[in-house]
């Protein structure tokens, strides 16, 4: 994703909201902004049954 702070003003949100809005912390998303720190994905992926080939 790279550096999130171009993204806050297009999206009209401050630096809490835009962390609320990430699921984390605005400490986190601050220390991202400031390349301190490496944003994570995390993805919710269920299964159902085995997996088809």
């Known amino acids: ?3 999130p ?3 806050r003003p297009i999206r009209g ?3 809490q909201e835009f962390a ?3 699921g984390s912390h605005r400490t986190y998303l601050s ?3 400031r390349s301190e ?3 994570t994905l995390e993805l ?3 299964t ?3 997996a088809r080939r």
């Open 5 to 7: 702070r171009p993204l």
């Open 48 to 50: 159902r049954g085995p």
């Open 13 to 15: 949100r401050s630096q």
């Open 20 to 22: 609320q809005d990430l």
């Open 31 to 33: 220390s991202a902004e």
């Open 44 to 46: 919710g992926i269920e």
């Open 37 to 39: 720190r490496n944003l």
């Open 1 to 3: 994703m790279g550096n």
